[in-house]
Nanobody, 115 residues
């Protein structure tokens, strides 16, 4: 089992920045991929970005250039740097991890961008 705890959400004005963190614990040794998803009110949960254990990254096309995913393997933590935030970025942001047994989700952290 892998446990994921997100932090760093909050309220920010449009144009501002936030950095989310996701700390992994538990049986993390076979974990090979981590990522961020988001779910806006009334919408389905959608991919934001992923990062492999080898630091290869993948982004939703619409977010390239504004969002950056990174990892600190020593801390078992993945980050999501979000710049030039827009009101449409308002959502609950979830961390997700994959290992050989399956996938795991964090509890989510709310990001609200005011206009």
């Amino acid at each position: 089992q892998v446990q994921l705890v997100e932090s760093g959400g909050g309220l920010v004005q449009a144009g501002g920045s936030l950095r989310l963190s996701c700390a992994a614990s538990g049986n993390i040794f076979s974990m090979y991929l981590m990522g961020w998803y988001r779910q806006a009110p009334g919408k389905e949960r959608a991919l934001v970005a992923t990062i492999t254990s080898g630091d290869s990254t993948n982004y939703a096309d619409s977010l390239k250039g504004r969002f950056t995913v990174s990892a600190d393997n020593a801390k078992n933590t993945v980050y999501l740097q979000m710049n030039s935030l827009k009101p449409e970025d308002t959502a609950v942001y979830y961390c997700r991890a994959w290992d050989r047994s399956g996938d795991y989700w964090g509890q989510g952290t709310q990001v609200t961008v005011s206009s």
